[in-house]
């Protein structure tokens, strides 16, 4: 014996007309419940005061005596930490370890080599992931703030901000940034009729 088929008669079809008004009804609820969430979102994280990683490399330097001040000058302008420096025995070379960021190694070479005159020779070999101690979206706030730093106009920006604005720059991406750093009053010169 066969059993009859299940059939469901509160079960309909839907027309081709319900449907589409029930998409168009909620579409409009969908685009400000996903602008709430990533707003929301977006506070949440920053209430939490970001930081930035930093990629940084090892860095081995080698370099006769007479150009180590300008292989440290390099260094400097690299934003590099020097770990430690040693002579090494039987040459008339002092070895340099340090660690440099990535994002500051791009004209590394090329700098040392022109600094040195081709003298110091470098290694470099990624290391570690490296957390950046300043706030990049930092406004003081405070009278003491205020007081150290001046109002936000005057608070050059820091290391992490322009990290941030070169890859939005690079991006494409709209840059918090003035136009005009110093506004004076255009003077014209005189037509002499």
């Not at 168009?24 to 996903?34: D, L, N, P, R, W």
């Not at 330097?61 to 590099?80: D, F, H, I």
């Not at 003298?119 to 007081?147: G, R």
């Amino acid at each position: 014996m066969s059993s009859p088929a299940c059939i469901n008669p509160l079960a309909e079809q839907p027309d081709d007309s319900d449907s589409s008004q029930q998409s168009e009804q909620y579409a409009i609820f969908t685009g400000q419940v996903m602008t709430a969430v990533k707003d929301a979102c977006r506070a949440a994280v920053l209430q939490k005061k970001p930081r930035l990683v930093e990629a940084m490399y090892f860095c081995e330097l080698n370099t006769p005596p007479e150009y180590l001040g300008s292989m440290y000058a390099v260094l400097n302008q690299k934003r590099a930490q020097v770990l430690n420096e040693e002579m090494q025995e039987g040459f008339a070379l002092f070895s340099v370890r340090a660690y440099v960021p990535v994002s500051e190694s791009f004209s590394f070479a090329e700098d040392l080599r022109r600094k040195t005159a081709g003298a110091a020779s470098a290694l470099l070999a990624m290391s570690h992931w490296e957390e950046l101690s300043e706030d990049p979206f930092f406004v003081p706030k405070t009278e003491e703030e205020i007081e150290e730093f001046g109002d936000g106009s005057s608070v050059l920006p820091n290391t992490e901000r322009k990290l941030i604005d070169s890859v939005r720059r690079r991006k494409g991406l709209p840059v918090e940034e003035k136009v005009v750093q110093f506004a004076t009053k255009q003077r014209t010169r005189a037509r002499k009729v």
